[in-house]
């Protein structure tokens, strides 16, 4: 193969090879590039990601069902799952879908745990832009262009890509290479639909003589070397795929084959620290009930079928999965049996090392925002804190980093004991009023979460810094709260309001206008 043609593979390969970023994501890398002194830390743990990501927007008041709120039933006359459908589990108030009975069986053998209210603040309802925040680990008002994952994998290997571990970081199952897999170096991971089809992909060489002791000869030797290694990565999934097994049945549909790809490589000693497959088709504005119904199945079904692979093969204690969805739906059907973009929904992890049950309050149909819709009680970033820095064992302050802010783990993992990851009783998450600025003859409402039940004290005081009323004092259960503030015959103007849990003080402003 001629140089130029093998960069002009390189550079626009997709589906097949999207890998190594000198040759596969475009971004072109020098063999005078210095090397990080931060030291590796991907040999930490065996810890695997299995990310299922769901396309277009799910809708989490249909998939884990609030069957005891007549409210529900009130919002969703046509749509709403009957209570005698719904699959009932230990919680009083919560049931499953009543397609859903893989999820169902994984969350009673104690190996999923269910994240309701997941969500940021100022939803965004666009399908392009919610997907991006979520995939970046952005907020709404910000725009990045690496991906959470590929943000981690980057620090973890510093020195990628001038030196490459022997298996890839990440494999996605199909399509062009995720945005959460990207990094300032460029791709993090590999895109693979047939093994055999990217082994053979991999065998190509370059056959230019090459003359030595000139510039373009240095350039051309260094990328013959990565091409070179790169190559071990067409081989290193081929004999992993070989040497791999299934244990069990999956179904046809294609998430339950990604995911029984996944667990064969797993299988044959691949050591990839994150997979990532998907599931297309939750856009569901008209007859929603039985494309829903259906969909919910093929991902519940499959998440019991690739769990139950792992355990079969004794794997399982390594590996966790996590359900994504770019955001809920309304809380009101619309008129074509079907529902619109909404808010916040609720997001599962599975698999043996999760802390099952349910976290967070049930969703409420009477505290909302303007449009009538869910308000979030978990920042969707504090799924991602706990993975970092409980699944693959990142420092508290490296996560923050990462991340771009402090978001408190939510307590989703389990230690090597059994027991839950412990998380400081006074971390807290003190929200922004709204609205903001508030009439001084109106209401505002001041959203707060805490991780653990906690005695707290939120207070308001004026610009001179005088306590002008005591909002809240008392214990308070983990999960997202939100406390009402009448500011009828409160002069307008700045004001402050902090919450106090225990030594830790949070303050924020909140304006007054006439």
Not at 321 to 329: A, D, V
Request: cysteine-free.
């Amino acid at each position: 193969m001629k140089r130029r043609d093998f960069l002009q593979q390189s550079l626009y390969a997709t589906a097949g090879v999207a890998s190594v970023p000198l040759l596969f994501g475009g971004i072109p890398v020098h063999a005078g590039t210095q090397r990080f002194i931060r030291p590796d830390m991907m040999a930490q743990n065996d810890n695997v990601l299995v990310v299922i990501q769901m396309f277009g927007g799910n809708d989490g008041l249909n998939t884990f069902v609030p069957y005891t709120n007549p409210k529900y039933y009130q919002s969703r006359p046509t749509v709403g799952i009957p209570p005698t459908q719904v699959l009932k589990i230990a919680n009083p108030t919560m049931g499953f879908h009543p397609q859903m009975t893989g999820m169902r069986n994984l969350f009673n053998a104690g190996k999923l745990v269910a994240v309701q209210g997941v969500g940021y603040e100022n939803s965004n309802r666009s399908h392009f832009r919610s997907e991006n925040i979520w995939l970046t680990g952005s907020g709404a008002e910000s725009i990045l262009h690496t991906g959470w994952l590929g943000r981690y994998l980057e620090f973890s290997y510093p020195s990628f890509p001038l030196q490459l571990p022997a298996d890839p970081f990440a494999v996605q199952i199909g399509g062009t290479l995720s945005l959460m897999l990207q990094s300032a170096k460029g791709n993090m991971g590999i895109t693979l639909a047939d093994p055999d089809t990217f082994f053979k992909l991999g065998r190509n060489q370059l056959d230019e003589p090459v003359p030595g002791g000139t510039p373009y000869g240095e350039e051309y030797l260094f990328i013959r070397a990565i091409k070179e290694q790169s190559d071990k990565y067409s081989q290193r999934v081929n004999d992993a795929f070989n040497a791999g097994k299934n244990v069990g049945t999956y179904g046809s549909a294609g998430l339950a084959q990604q995911l029984r790809l996944v667990a064969k490589l797993i299988s044959g000693g691949l050591k990839s620290k994150i997979f990532m497959v998907y599931i297309g088709g939750f856009d569901t504005h008209s007859n929603q009930s039985g494309a829903h119904a259906s969909l919910l199945k093929t991902m519940s079904d499959a998440a019991e079928q690739f769990t139950a692979d792992l355990q079969n093969q004794g794997l399982s204690k390594n590996v966790v999965g996590l359900t994504m969805s770019e955001f809920g739906r309304r809380t009101q059907e619309n008129g074509s049996s079907g529902t619109d973009h909404g808010t916040a929904a609720v997001q599962f992890l599975f698999g043996e090392p999760v802390n099952s049950g349910v976290l967070g309050a049930d969703p409420s149909f009477d505290v909302t925002d303007s449009s009538g819709d869910l308000l979030y009680t978990f920042d969707y970033r504090q799924i991602y804190s706990e993975l970092l820095e409980h699944w693959f064992e990142l420092p508290k302050d490296d996560v923050t980093q990462l991340l771009g802010g402090r978001y408190i783990p939510l307590p989703l993992i389990r230690n090597s004991t059994g027991a839950a990851v412990p998380a400081a009783v006074s971390e807290f998450e003190l929200l922004q009023n709204f609205p903001n600025p508030a009439s001084a003859s109106g209401r505002t409402t001041i959203p707060f979460s805490l991780n653990a039940p906690s005695k707290i004290d939120l207070l308001l005081y004026d610009a001179q810094g005088r306590v002008v009323a005591t909002l809240a004092s008392g214990v308070y259960q983990a999960g997202r709260h939100t406390v009402d503030f009448s500011a009828s015959g409160a002069a307008p103007g700045a004001y402050f309001y902090q919450l106090r849990v225990g030594e830790q003080r949070v303050t924020r402003t909140m304006l007054l206008r006439r």
